[in-house]
Structures are given as C-alpha cells and as structure tokens.
C-alpha cells in the first residue's frame, strides 16, 4: 500500500515536499514515481526513480524545479517540488512499479491514494 502526505496551497515561487511511504513491501523492488491529474484531464507523468535512486527521469514541465529522491531503509520517496507555478496545481500520486529499473510511465502498477497541490498565483 502506498500513501502520499504533504500537499498543500503554497504562492507561486513557493516549495513543497511530497512524501510516499509504502506499507507491506519492500520499496527497492520497485521503482518510484510521481503522477499528477488535473480535475478533467488524464494523469500525467511527472517524474521517477530506479529503485536504487541511481537513474531519474522528469517531465520536460517540471525538469530543473522538482527533484525525486527515495529513501530505501525506511521504504519512503519524495518529491521536493520548487518555483511551483499555478500550473502545478493538481492531485499528485505516487507509485510503483515491479519493474526494478522500469521509468517508463506505462511500468507503472501500483498507486497510491493522491495529495492535492494547490499554487495561487
């Protein structure tokens, strides 16, 4: 089971860290990744991590702004979120994939309940 924590409204130019613990497993089987949907629109890839932390891939959106990070010991990931935009506001999911090494978006299997991320301009 994953859970996300950490949302919030932050001004634009504000940071956020989101946070992912998953329950039940062991978090370096997997690779982590972030998600994020906007009321009507589909979900949307936002960035992801090997499961050693070694490999990362981003949104062109979000590249040089946010940051993935994981912490294997203590099965959490994170997403330090920086310079949020208005357009940052969404629901974000974590997730996993059994795929170790899989940062493609379609890897991705098992998911967690979202945090809402509100920017105010």
């Known amino acids: 089971q994953l859970q996300a924590s950490g949302g919030g409204t932050v001004q634009a130019g504000g940071s956020l860290r989101l946070s992912c613990a998953l329950f039940?497993?062991?978090?370096?089987?997997?690779?982590a990744g972030w998600f994020r949907q906007i009321p009507g629109q589909e979900r949307e890839f936002v960035a992801a991590t090997v499961w050693a932390g070694t490999a990362k891939r981003y949104a062109d959106s979000v590249k040089g702004r946010f940051a993935i990070s994981r912490d294997n010991d203590n099965n959490m990931c994170y997403l330090q979120m920086t310079n949020l935009r208005p357009g940052d506001t969404a629901v974000y999911y974590c997730a996993a994939s059994s795929h170790p090494y899989g940062l493609g978006p379609k890897h991705f299997n098992y998911w967690g309940q979202g945090t809402q991320v509100t920017v105010s301009s």
């Open positions: 039940g497993g062991t978090f370096s089987s997997y690779a």
